[in-house]
């Protein structure tokens, strides 16, 4: 029994990792950013996935130590989550356009062109809901998320519970694995 959970938590653990995206552009440094930052970062994309794919997803994953994460919606397809705000691409967008032009003080032209260059989403991702009538609710979450949009501050956690177990089998799933492995071997000994 013990083995055969031992191989299902170890192919979940297995299966989250390879399905992340790794969007680091290049000359970007990550070490300058706070845990605090990238824990942010990550809880935002969360929270956004599931409105980019209208209101669900099939997975929604965000590790804030090595700046990776996954979204696809319940039909399968993985959304452009660069196009939008509020989503990791987007913040590390933002923050390698403010490292680039660190690394070009007094240098007017080179500032501008990593102005230029940074192409981060412009997107407010809201949950789709074209037919719907209840006009006033869209509103209101629209005005909200313009309001968390325009402070700087993530979008309200929507399911923080789900996103901080994962977000915590995410940050440790290589002890946990090595755990269960070793528990494996232990017991068939």
Request: with cysteine.
């Amino acid at each position: 029994m013990l083995a055969y959970v031992g191989v299902v938590v170890a192919s979940f653990l297995v299966t989250g990792i390879a399905a992340q995206s790794s969007i680091l552009p290049p000359g970007f440094d990550p070490t300058l950013i706070s845990a605090n930052d990238k824990f942010s970062w990550c809880q935002a994309e969360l929270d956004t996935c599931p409105r980019i794919c209208g209101g669900g997803y099939s997975k929604n994953q965000c590790n804030s130590v090595d700046l990776t994460f996954s979204c696809v919606c319940p039909n399968g397809t993985t959304p452009n989550v660069s196009a939008y705000k509020n989503t990791l691409p987007f913040f590390i967008c933002e923050e390698n356009r403010g490292q680039c032009i660190a690394r070009h003080p007094n240098d007017a032209a080179g500032q501008q062109t990593c102005k230029d260059n940074a192409k981060c989403g412009t997107l407010n991702a809201t949950e789709l809901d074209a037919a719907s009538s209840s006009s006033t609710t869209q509103a209101a979450s629209s005005t909200s998320q313009a309001a968390a949009t325009t402070t700087g501050a993530p979008p309200a956690a929507t399911n923080s519970s789900a996103a901080m177990t994962i977000q915590i089998a995410q940050d440790y799933s290589t002890a946990i694995l090595a755990t269960i492995f070793l528990a494996i071997f232990k017991f068939l000994l």
